[in-house]
């Protein structure tokens, strides 16, 4: 069966420190990988997704990028946090045409 | 622009009370409807809609799509206190590879 993976679970960063999560998927080969951000009391807003190795493909501009380095691994990056990125981050996968599940979330809070 | 909205945002029923949650959509190349219910954790999956008409049932959880008129519903009868969270009403759309999601509702059952 497919599970995903995300760490760490939750974060304090200060302002303008450099932020990496990472997401993994095991049991699927090739899926479509996705970043969300979940603000308090506020929908999922989606930040990147990846259809596959190196591919990558940006939603919102902002100060955070996403890497695939390998098949079943997304990592979402920033060089200098803000306080606006605080929130609770969420990495999904799923198959062409088919249910997206998610991994059990990062919470990060920027002070 | 592509957009889903649910209603309403927030609800509090008693127990045993029988709840409809609402999903309006309007997304280009409309595949698939998906609900998700989150607690303090990530989204789990509960139902995918693909055709109008037909009711995907679990337990005391249903869901009914109508393409004609971009809504779903998801009813929830004799509601239990394990009820309470917030749920989500996403929408697949354009290449597949893209969830648009509602800002979600969020339920309260009290004893």
């Known amino acids: 069966s497919q599970t995903i993976h995300q760490w760490p679970a939750t974060l304090v960063q200060p302002v303008g420190s450099p932020l990496s999560l990472e997401c993994t998927v095991e049991?699927?080969?090739?899926?479509?990988l996705y970043w969300y951000r979940q603000a308090a009391g506020r929908g999922l807003q989606l930040l990147f997704y990846?259809?596959?190795?190196?591919?990558i493909s940006s939603e919102v501009p902002q100060n955070l990028s996403a890497s695939r380095p390998q098949d079943r691994q997304f990592i979402l990056s920033s060089k200098k946090l803000l306080l606006s990125d605080s929130g609770f981050y969420l990495c999904?996968?799923?198959?062409?045409?088919?249910?997206?599940?998610f991994g059990p979330g990062t919470r990060l809070l920027v002070l | 622009e592509d957009k889903v909205v649910q209603s309403p945002l927030s609800l509090v029923v008693h127990e045993g009370d029988t709840v409809t949650l609402n999903c309006s959509y309007e997304?280009?190349?409309?595949?698939?409807l998906l609900w998700y219910k989150q607690e303090k954790k990530a989204p789990t999956f509960l139902f995918m809609l693909t055709s109008s008409g037909i009711e995907k049932k679990s337990g005391r959880l249903s869901s009914i799509l109508d393409k004609k008129e971009l809504f779903s519903i998801l009813n929830i009868t004799a509601t239990q206190t394990g009820d309470s969270a917030v749920y989500l009403c996403?929408?697949?759309?354009?290449?597949?590879?893209?969830?648009?999601f509602g800002t979600g509702t969020s339920l309260t059952v009290i004893p």
């Open positions: 999904a996968w799923s198959v062409f045409l088919g249910t997206q599940y």
């Open positions: 990846s259809v596959g190795i190196g591919q």
């Open positions: 997304v280009t190349n409309f595949r698939s």
């Open positions: 049991g699927t080969s090739n899926p479509n």
């Open positions: 996403a929408v697949e759309g354009d290449t597949g590879n893209q969830f648009y």
